[in-house]
């Protein structure tokens, strides 16, 4: 576990100061994800378990970045992370992830806008789903949702009674 923790932290990192996470990192966490699991560092999950994880982060994420919602590196960070935890702890790492995502993006929003003008974005945003489009949001002010990523998945992780 501390490797994926490691990478997660470095995701948050390079998140945080670029808002970009590198293809290589998502990459080197799902091989070690399946690849661990295969060899059976991963208890109880197994290869094919992993995989599946694999494709369901991937699958729950994807529409979107197709949405123009999410970022890709986002999308790979997700995926190869639930290789980590199946398919149900991809599923419950979802949920915690959006639950953390929508808290991390509230308050900025409530930080660089107050009030006042974050609930009349808000408000355009449920009218206008365009509006949180990620070629209208500025990269400074994008979401670096490798944060709400890492606290989903290792909530999952560490706490399976969650499951």
């Given at each position: 576990?501390?490797f ?95 639950l ?24 355009r ?34 706490h399976?009674?969650?499951?």
């Amino acid at each position: 576990m501390p490797f994926l923790v490691t990478c997660l932290a470095i995701a948050c990192w390079t998140d945080l100061r670029d808002r970009r996470i590198p293809n290589g990192l998502a990459a080197l966490v799902a091989a070690v994800g399946v690849g661990g699991a295969a060899l059976g560092w991963l208890p109880p999950l197994g290869a094919r378990e992993a995989l599946l994880g694999l494709a369901t982060g991937g699958a729950l994420w994807l529409p979107f970045y197709a949405m123009g919602m999410l970022g890709a590196g986002d999308v790979k960070l997700f995926a190869a992370a639930a290789a980590w935890l199946g398919p149900v702890g991809a599923l419950q790492a979802a949920a915690l992830t959006a639950l953390v995502g929508g808290v991390v993006a509230a308050g900025m929003l409530l930080a660089s806008d107050g009030p006042r003008l974050a609930a009349a974005r808000v408000a355009r945003a449920f009218h206008d789903p365009r509006a949180l489009h990620l070629d209208v949001v500025p990269r400074s002010a994008r979401v670096p949702y490798a944060l709400a990523i890492a606290v989903g998945v290792l909530a999952a992780l560490w706490h399976p009674e969650i499951r």
